[in-house]
């Protein structure tokens, strides 16, 4: 189902231009609500929070007003992070949530992620209805006067986010004597991450905390996780946090420096899982999940299923096969025991919960070797030319040449002008020939 809008993680571009505007915001809006309105809930409401972009307070307005304009009632949160969101979309028992953000990408890039009332990402067959509602002519979808939305801030989003996060734990629980270094990326999780730790004791070492709208996830975040190697090693600290922009992804440092990506955090916790009886079924991973974990799990005797890439088709197959843990080497984790999508700070929390009694970070995610992957993203004028019978043949060819030595894997961005070509091989030698060969038909 090809959809015009929507791509594998809500709507996501540059900043005034193509959708990501006031106007198609207003459209989004009024959309959005007029699609759930319809669901004829007697309570009619939608939560927004977002991002900490300068373009947010652009965007934000015009969403409202489409929204309003459908006669939904608006609450605003401002800054919290993606999972905060669902997870108050689904306490408030809110019609709908709509994250304003663009996740890792720089401060140029915005766009939305929408939750239904469940806190659940909508479903390929739910954003293809509201797309058709886009195109339709606006006047068809405004309320009557007595009909609009009214619109509220609460301030309270952060607090009570932080509540339902420490909810899922004893309340003995605690952080006390633990140095724990969090960087927070400039953006949503900028308050919610450090207050969060501090609260349950741990003494906290924040960096990634000062948003001023064009410096989100600008040389900070899990896309730069030197910085918490560098501030553990500099603190003598436990544990190191870094999470992106909208905090729904989360890399991971030990006490010892060593960088934690998703798939390692994903085996660790499988493990722990497992042991407590508390793992369901086994573990969704993606497309891109290294082959060393798909290995690992396969040792340890839990069922590993891929998925494509995008939290959201995670979610979907966790659904599907009933599994309770899933997630992409990038850091979006899900706990299906916990939350319906990625978050960055209960991820931290489970991970920290698993080593309060004293035992070492180290100790806990050393689980796998991860095989050699070499990742290469080409921009690209038009995605389309995967399609292109000159790169079909490329990949062909090196797929034939890695065959019993490794895997390939071509594919287009869901969210960005880009081509991603991933291979997995101990043969570097062999890895780098076959990557090479399709780079050079797709440049």
């Keep these: 189902m090809s959809k015009k809008y929507f791509g594998t993680d809500g709507i996501r571009g540059a900043i005034n231009s193509k959708n990501i ?13 007029t699609y759930f ?42 800054p919290l992070p993606t999972n905060g969101l669902a997870m108050l979309t689904k306490d408030m028992k809110a019609n709908m949530g709509i994250m304003i953000t663009a996740s890792h990408n720089p401060h140029y890039d915005n766009g939305l992620k929408l ?20 195109d339709k ?12 939305g009214r619109v509220k801030r609460l301030e309270s989003g952060t607090k009570d986010y932080i509540k339902i996060l420490k909810k899922n734990f004893t309340k003995d629980f605690n952080l006390r004597g633990l140095r724990i270094v969090i960087d927070c990326a400039n953006g949503a999780g900028y308050k919610a991450g450090p207050e969060l730790l501090k609260s349950l004791g741990a003494k906290v070492i924040a960096i990634g905390i000062n948003p001023n709208g064009l410096n989100i996830n600008k040389n900070c975040g899990s896309t730069f996780p030197n910085n918490i190697k560098n501030a553990v090693k500099r603190y003598k600290a436990h544990l190191g946090i ?30 722990r899982w497992k042991n407590k009886k ?63 999508t990625g978050d960055g700070l209960l991820v931290a929390l489970e991970v920290l919960f698993a080593i309060r009694k004293g035992k070492k970070a180290s100790e806990f995610f050393k689980k796998f070797k991860k095989i050699p992957q070499v990742l290469k993203n080409i ?29 390939i894997l071509v594919r287009k961005s869901g969210t960005e002008s880009k081509i991603r070509v991933m291979g997995e091989s101990e043969n570097k030698k062999l890895l780098n020939k076959c990557i090479d060969i399709i780079l050079k038909k797709i440049k």
């Design 21 to 33: 505007n006031g106007d198609m915001f207003f459209k989004f809006g009024l959309a959005s609500g």
């Design 37 to 78: 309105k319809s669901q004829k809930k007697k309570k009619q409401t939608a939560i927004i929070a977002k991002d900490t972009r300068l373009s947010g307070y652009t965007l934000e307005p015009a969403l409202v007003s489409g929204l309003t304009s459908a006669g939904m009632h608006v609450y605003t949160l401002g």
């Design 115 to 134: 939750f239904g009332p469940d806190g659940m990402k909508l479903s390929d067959k739910i954003e293809k209805k509201i797309e058709n509602l886009i």
């Design 137 to 148: 002519k606006i006047d068809k979808n405004l309320s009557r006067p007595e009909k609009l």
């Design 242 to 271: 870094s999470l992106d922009g909208d905090a729904d992804r989360i890399i991971m440092c030990d006490e010892m420096s060593n960088i934690i990506d998703g798939d390692q955090i994903i085996a660790a916790l499988a493990t």
């Design 278 to 340: 508390m793992l369901k079924g086994g573990v969704v991973g993606t497309l891109m999940s290294n082959y060393g974990l798909e290995k690992f799990l396969n040792y340890k005797e839990i069922k590993f299923i891929r998925a494509n890439v995008g939290d959201r088709y995670v979610k979907e197959k966790m659904q599907k096969y009933n599994f309770n843990l899933g997630g992409e080497q990038s850091g979006h984790i899900i706990l299906g025991k916990f939350a319906t």
């Design 379 to 407: 921009e690209v004028q038009e995605r389309a030319i995967i399609n292109k019978p000159e790169v079909k043949k490329s990949i062909k060819i090196a797929e034939k040449l890695m065959k019993g030595h490794g895997r």
